[in-house]
């Protein structure tokens, strides 16, 4: 085309304005790269904040209850002595005075407050008055204090939307250091754990875990170029082409202020595997041009002009893969998804500008001697080998169709049935300090998940209200015992000041209210219009599981169907556990619509392109059996589905349509050329198949290094990701060979028969014609 052309002869005419923008950008890059923000698996991750569920989570729940706990954990012979004691009051005392501490729950409180109820003097007092004031506390110890040797401190905070990552980490700092103030004595172990403390180690680990995985992606990749490209001269080019491309990436994150998160984090190796062979197409087809005889101004208008082209087509097809992730319900997911768009574009402009750009200059100013032992037709041996492996399974098209048909068919079966990794605990090393910490804590104190019913009206506190609120949770306690281990609310409160009974009058009830602690009303009322239930039930995790949780939160709304509140109040379910059931059951079921919104469009956008309806199914075809494959090594390599591995099906249509397409544009230029399909198939084969091993085999090696990744998610995906880039090589040189050639075979036989017939109705034309004359 006459444009690439131009565009081939702008690039060669001004490679300083080219560098010198490239420098620009990737101090523009530098510069935004600094304000990415750091997301760890919060709520904000997994739901859309425009979502009905994330408002009624959010405004409801998290902003008028809703507080983050920090535990400290004590441990000892006798954690209620009074020397320990003592040293809690003394944390206690100190943490109340801490700014964003919004509540403080102890043993010691008690203790201290039952003494001041007596003596007007707040202290800890004697042991033996310490025994009797426990003894006479009833059932609230046990939440505190299980056994003589356990304990624990509840530090209120508020939750993660409410403060920043730098403000959580010196309120963990604080912490810390007053563990060590209040001076616990010899032999008692004293630890920090909770929610906050375990996300805050997340983060610190991928933070830095992060830098170590991509450094060993590029040792990796320096590797797999140095063994599948060294044919070519400045083999190792690419890498820095494309690791440029990452910094623009990086820079487009934070102008556009998308976070960065474990998912997110995934997309790079993605980006480093496919712009790579961005790189690698453009430098390969330089280095067959200059092999040819033909000079570097020549070879590289020459390549501009037959590649830029058919890597956009591949790039944009590959961009509807991931477009297709942009409808996904969960913001992770969605911000995997831009990142990858807006990366492949910048690998692209890398690849076309600089790094031709990089060659043309290297190469006028240090040309390369003839190597007479080496013919731009002999190609590579891995290009020969390819050559082979086609040639072979083009002879023997029907087993291969059928073996690829019945694989793909089961496949598809089998990845409905394959499981799904529901407990976002599974996702991190499980050797992690807080994660054993927090574990450990459930196991002494049980678990703490629960459920929240939000309860709207005009006074939720009027008697007959109360009195609903105090009935339902009796009723989940009878009917749902085997998973409701307890049911809090205010009315839980008033009954117990009120010597176990509900007051009938609205004055007393206000009273009793009033009188309450502060941490105890804000934690179940809000003004008189709202109200919290709190459900505890217990480890879900490891109870319930997900479709167990599932049906949990189905009984209870049926519940609440069942026992419907009095008129003028509404009650509405929400919780963390209800959020992220819903998130997971959204990609079950969306996982299987993104590929297939995937298919669809790229096999329209095939169609608009090249307006060709064989050109248009020939990548899409190849990428079913590979989705179909991948099933069967998701079901029986027992590898569950994460929010990550959910992104398959568009991964897979991302990384082998390229490869796909990049080859059918060879092919057909080669047909053109030699006007036979079956030679056009083995050139092609030849000439672009060391380049497309060598883009995969950099993709298999930079993905590898995800496996190494302390996070079982991202390694979890690393290994996903290096079995589909494997399988789209092989479907790509067998399968879709063999469907490039018998498709094309089609072709010839629907052109020839359209050619016979058009042959003879002219004939029948030319008869008529005679006839007509004749009479």
């Not at 046990?142 to 401190?153: A, C, F, I, Q, S």
């Not at 890398?350 to 031709?356: E, H, I, M, P």
């Not at 079901?635 to 992104?647: N, Q, V, W």
Request: glycine share 6%; hydrophobic share 45%; proline share 4%.
């Amino acid at each position: 085309m006459v444009w690439l052309e131009r565009l081939g002869v702008w690039i060669t005419k001004n490679p300083a304005i080219i560098i010198v923008a490239a420098i620009l950008l990737t101090l523009f890059s530098v510069h935004y790269a600094q304000q990415i923000q750091t997301q760890g698996m919060t709520t904000e991750s997994f739901v859309s904040k425009s979502s009905s569920l994330y408002q009624l989570y959010d405004h409801l729940y998290q902003q008028n209850f809703a507080v983050d706990g920090n535990i400290v954990l004590i441990e000892g012979d006798d954690v209620a002595k009074t020397d320990v004691l003592s040293a809690e009051l003394r944390l206690s005392d100190h943490m109340r005075t801490v700014p964003h501490i919004i509540s403080v729950q102890s043993i010691a409180d008690l203790v201290s407050d039952a003494e001041y109820e007596s003596t007007g003097v707040r202290s800890i007092p004697s042991q033996e008055r310490i025994d009797e004031i426990l003894a006479s506390a009833g059932p609230s110890v046990e939440g505190l204090m299980p056994d003589r040797k356990h304990t624990r401190m509840i530090l209120g905070m508020p939750t993660t939307a409410t403060l920043n990552e730098e403000q959580r980490k010196e309120l963990l700092d604080e912490i810390s250091s007053s563990i060590a103030f209040a001076d616990f004595p010899a032999g008692y172990s004293v630890i920090v754990t909770g929610d906050p403390s375990f996300q805050a180690a997340i983060l610190k680990l991928m933070n830095s875990s992060n830098g170590s995985v991509l450094l060993l992606c590029g040792v990796l990749m320096v590797f797999a170029l140095l063994l599948v490209f060294s044919h070519v001269r400045w083999s190792l080019l690419p890498l820095p082409i494309v690791l440029l491309g990452i910094v623009w990436t990086f820079g487009a994150m934070g102008f556009l202020n998308i976070p960065m998160s474990m998912v997110t984090f995934a997309a790079f190796p993605i980006m480093i595997g496919i712009g790579i062979d961005y790189a690698i197409q453009f430098h390969n087809r330089i280095d067959e041009e200059l092999m040819k005889g033909r000079n570097i101004l020549k070879a590289s208008i020459n390549t501009v002009s037959h590649v830029a082209l058919p890597v956009i087509i591949a790039m944009i097809i590959t961009e509807a893969g991931f477009v297709s992730l942009l409808s996904s319900s969960v913001p992770s997911i969605r911000d995997f998804g831009k990142v990858c768009i807006i990366g492949l574009i910048m690998c692209y402009l890398s690849a076309l500008f600089v790094n031709v750009t990089i060659i043309y200059v290297s190469e006028g100013r240090y040309p390369r001697k003839n190597d007479p032992e080496r013919s731009s037709e002999d190609g590579s041996a891995i290009g020969a080998f390819i050559e082979k492996t086609a040639d072979f399974c083009v002879e023997r098209w029907k087993p291969v169709l059928a073996v690829a048909l019945i694989f793909a068919l089961a496949g598809n079966y089998a990845d409905m049935q394959a499981g799904i990794e529901t407990n976002s605990q599974n996702y991190i090393p499980q050797d992690l300090s807080p994660l054993i910490d927090l574990r450990h804590m459930k196991e002494v104190f049980g678990g703490t998940d629960s459920i929240q019913f939000v309860v709207q009206g005009d006074d939720v506190t009027d008697p007959e209200n109360l009195k609903w609120i105090d009935d339902f949770g009796d009723y989940l306690l009878d009917f749902r015992e085997d998973r409701t281990e307890s049911v809090t609310s205010i009315a839980t409160y008033i009954k117990a000041a009120n010597g176990g009974v509900l007051p009938d009058d609205r004055t007393r009830i206000r009273e009793i209210v009033e009188a309450l602690p502060i941490s105890v009303r804000d934690s179940y009322l809000n003004g008189h219009n709202l109200a919290l239930i709190d459900v505890n039930i217990g480890d879900v995790q490891a109870n319930l599981g997900a479709e167990g949780m599932k049906r949990l939160i189905q009984s209870y709304e049926d519940d609440l169907a069942w026992m419907t509140p009095p008129p003028g109040v509404s009650v509405r379910t929400t919780g963390r556990q209800v959020v992220m059931t819903t998130v997971m059951d959204a990609l079950t079921s969306g996982r299987v619509e993104m590929s297939l919104l995937g298919l669809v469009m790229i096999f329209f956008l095939l169609l608009i392109v090249y307006r060709d309806l064989i050109k248009a199914l020939l990548p899409v075809l190849p990428m079913l059996v590979v989705i179909g494959w991948m099933g069967l090594v998701m079901y029986y390599g027992g590898i569950k589905y994460t929010p990550l591995t959910a992104t398959l099906g568009a991964l897979i249509l991302g990384v082998g349509s390229e490869y796909a397409i990049m080859m059918m544009e060879r092919f057909y230029e080669e047909l053109a050329n030699v006007g036979n399909p079956h030679d056009a198939m083995k050139i092609a084969a030849n000439r672009i198949g060391s380049a497309l091993m060598a883009s995969g085999a950099t993709t298999v090696f930079g993905f590898a290094a995800l496996i190494s990744s302390p996070f079982n998610i991202i390694s979890n995906f690393g290994l996903v990701t290096v079995l589909s880039v494997l399988l789209a090589l092989i479907i790509t040189f067998t399968v879709f060979m063999v469907l490039l050639i018998r498709m094309e075979a089609q072709r010839e036989v629907i052109e020839n028969a359209r050619r016979d017939l058009r042959k003879s109705i002219a004939l029948i034309e030319s008869k008529s014609w005679r006839r007509s004359n004749g009479n």
